[in-house]
Each structure stands twice: as structure tokens, then as C-alpha cells.
């Protein structure tokens, strides 16, 4: 996969460089560029933004600079690419979105800043997200945050490819409590049932403590889910547990 950003600080972006994804860039998995369209205006004070039409707070992007660093992309890598625009009045980016990026080629995220765009450079995009009800000061924190949500999810990225489906979220529930060595600190103990070496039971086990945290934590998701009839029965008895806790 290739990915590209459009940003006026592509600085921010050292972050990239680092953990999983740092590793992924290393061994090729992944291309990852980011252009500053700084570069692309034709002001001489090398001004991007200008007033908006009708008055109004603040300025706008302009569309010249993203318009001809688009180009320049579109040249240097021709075919089809999904192009991305973080703005608060996208859909919510949330794991099966990233599943979906992730099945691409080619990338291309635009982080605004200032009060907003300039409406014509929404004709370049194919995808609008946001990552939830706040604003936040330019779109690169947020481009981040899905870069590295889809890039985990390549092939070969994630050294287990398995931890990439236990996460939160991969089958709409919140992820199963996990221990690892001591079996006991300071009093506290790692679950029976997670040391007997019973795969099915462990199973079972994860299964209906993801239910217990998604029913205490996001009761929402569940609403969603289509359970078959052994998790609607562990479901049951979480929340009869849950029940007699309160009680």
C-alpha cells in the first residue's frame, strides 16, 4: 500500500517513523509520503488560505494548492486511489473503516486547517471521516490516527497476524481481559481458568468476559450485533451476575 498526505506541517508526521508502523516502512510493506502544499501556492507570500465569499469567521483553504499537489500525485502514481478528507461533517472512522481502507492500493489523506475548505476541493475526494463529535486544529492528528489503524491491519505488518482479530472491535465486541507472568501479584490473581490449558473453556471464557466489558462499558455495540445462542446465553448470564452484584 502507498500513502500519501497532503499537510501544511508534514513535521507532525515523525510520528510515522516509529513502532509497528516504522517497522512496516523498513520492510516495504508500506510507502508512506507526505507533501506540503505550501509549496504548490503561487502567492509570493506563499499564502493557502484567503476570506471566505458572503464574509464570515476566519479563512479558507484555497483550492489552487491542493488542486495542482493532487496532480502531481496523480502523475507520479497513476490509477485509482481513494482520496480522503478529515473534516467534522464526515462519516464516523471506526474499525470496519479501516477494514475497508485497508483492501486499497493507494491512499491519499488531505489534513485542513483554518475554518475550512474552499467547497470546490471536495471534487478530488472519494471519502469523508471524522473521528468523532470534536474539533480539532488541523486534520493531521486525526490522518494519523487512521494511517495507523488501516497499516496494522496490511499483511505481514503485525508480527502476530492473529492479534490483529482478538482487538476491540474486530467482531463488534470490546476485547476479553487479559494477564500474563506473575500468576499472583500482590493478591492479585490471574483467573483459574486461564491456567489449566483447557483451550475451550479459555475460549468460552474470553468470549463471555467480552460480553460482560461490552455490555458494562458500551452497551450500544451490542445493540448492533446479531448473537448466535451460546453468546446470547453467556449474554444472559452476565447480565444476571451483573444483576446480583447490584444488589
Same mark, same amino acid.
Given at each position: ?35 506540503d502544499? #505550501?509549496?504548490?501556492?503561487? +502567492?509570493?507570500?506563499?499564502?493557502? =488560505?484567503?476570506?471566505?465569499? @458572503? /464574509?464570515?469567521? %476566519? ?7 491542493i ?54 476541493? #471536495?471534487?478530488?475526494?472519494? +471519502?469523508?471521516y471524522?473521528?468523532? =463529535?470534536?474539533?480539532?486544529? @488541523? /486534520?493531521?492528528? %486525526? ?48 483467573p ?13 471464557? #474470553?468470549l ?40
Amino acid at each position: 500500500m502507498r500513502i500519501d498526505v497532503l499537510s501544511l506541517f508534514p513535521d507532525m508526521f515523525a510520528p510515522m517513523t516509529q513502532s509497528v508502523i516504522g517497522k512496516a516502512l523498513e520492510r516495504d510493506l508500506l510507502e508512506f509520503s507526505v507533501t506540503d502544499f #505550501r509549496k504548490y501556492s503561487k +502567492d509570493k507570500h506563499m499564502h493557502v =488560505d484567503d476570506t471566505p465569499y @458572503g /464574509g464570515g469567521a %476566519g479563512m479558507l483553504l484555497k483550492p489552487e494548492p491542493i488542486f495542482d499537489a493532487m496532480a502531481d500525485i496523480n502523475a507520479a502514481h497513476p490509477g485509482n486511489k481513494r482520496v480522503i478528507l478529515l473534516d467534522p461533517a464526515g462519516k464516523r472512522f471506526d474499525q470496519q473503516a479501516a477494514r475497508d481502507l485497508a483492501q486499497e492500493s493507494h491512499l491519499v489523506f488531505i489534513c485542513g486547517h483554518y475554518e475550512g475548505y474552499d467547497e470546490r476541493i #471536495r471534487t478530488l475526494v472519494t +471519502d469523508e471521516y471524522s473521528l468523532g =463529535d470534536f474539533v480539532l486544529t @488541523g /486534520g493531521e492528528l %486525526g490522518a494519523m490516527m487512521m494511517i495507523d489503524a488501516t497499516a496494522r491491519l496490511l499483511p505481514g505488518v503485525l508480527g502476530n497476524t492473529e492479534s490483529a482479530h482478538t482487538d476491540s472491535f474486530e467482531n463488534g465486541l470490546l476485547e476479553y481481559p487479559q494477564y500474563t507472568r506473575p500468576a499472583d501479584y500482590e493478591g492479585m490473581q490471574v483467573p483459574e481458568v486461564l491456567q489449566n490449558g483447557n483451550h475451550q473453556l479459555i475460549a468460552q471464557w #474470553r468470549l463471555k468476559e467480552s460480553l460482560r466489558r461490552t455490555y458494562l462499558r458500551r452497551p450500544d455495540l451490542l445493540a448492533d450485533l446479531e448473537l448466535d445462542k451460546n453468546a446470547q446465553k453467556l449474554l444472559r448470564e452476565v447480565k444476571r451476575e451483573e444483576a446480583d452484584k447490584a444488589n
